[in-house]
């Protein structure tokens, strides 16, 4: 069992990015359809982007009643063994709540998780509201960029080429280690981005 952990703040693209990865996942098997779940982490009673990725064709669990970092942890380290003892997927592409922090997801899950063959870290920046972010909520931002094994620069159409330069090199200072990819979820992504997920080592 493949686990992809999608980092990013609020309203980044997360979710149209999830849509693009599951489609290459499915489009890649040809007739023969990858066992894969999509789990969602909301804050608040009803899910949004739950409904979309369901529209989408795709088995949908959500982890609700707080921020994946903290209260709900356990609950997700349960339905990752849950699902490894009774379905036992190829994949599970996780999106934490914008609010979370991955490296914490990434040690409970190592600690307690069952089944887990790898973990991919995909970091989504939104580079329209880079400097915004930055600002405002700095050490969540770095947190979340440090921790990814991918990180997608989003939005990149929104932005003028200086902009989208300084970007990504303060991204880079964040992170020294990742490969750094520009996108536009809305342009569609192209499909090599998402070989670069699933024919990654194993850990």
């Known amino acids: 069992m493949k686990l992809v952990i999608f980092g990013g703040f609020l309203g980044s693209g ?7 990865l599951a489609h290459h996942l499915v489009n890649r098997e040809g007739s023969e359809k990858p066992s894969l779940v999509i789990l969602e982490n909301e804050i608040g009673e009803v899910g949004i982007d739950n409904k979309v990725l369901q529209a989408g064709g ?6 609700f009643a707080g921020c994946i970092c903290c209260t709900l942890t356990a609950d997700l380290v349960t339905t990752l063994n849950d699902l490894h003892e009774k ?4 994949w599970v592409i996780f999106e934490p709540t914008g609010l979370a922090y991955p490296k914490k997801i990434i040690e409970t899950v ?16 939104d580079a329209e509201r880079w400097e ?7 050490g969540l931002i770095e947190g979340q ?3 990814g094994d991918l990180i997608l620069i989003n939005k990149c159409d929104l932005v003028d080429g200086v902009a989208l330069q300084a970007i990504r090199e303060q991204v880079r200072a964040m ?3 990742a490969e750094i990819l520009e996108v536009s979820a809305t342009s569609g992504i192209d499909t090599r981005i998402w070989g670069k997920v699933d024919e990654g080592p194993e850990a």
């Open 14 to 20: 997360k979710t149209s990015l999830i849509l693009s």
């Open 58 to 63: 795709f088995s949908v669990k959500e982890l």
């Open 87 to 90: 379905i036992q997927p190829k």
């Open 110 to 125: 190592n600690q307690y998780g069952k089944g887990i063959e790898r973990i991919v870290v995909i970091a989504v920046v």
């Open 132 to 138: 915004e972010l930055t600002e405002i909520t700095p």
């Open 145 to 147: 960029v440090s921790s």
């Open 175 to 177: 992170n020294p280690r």
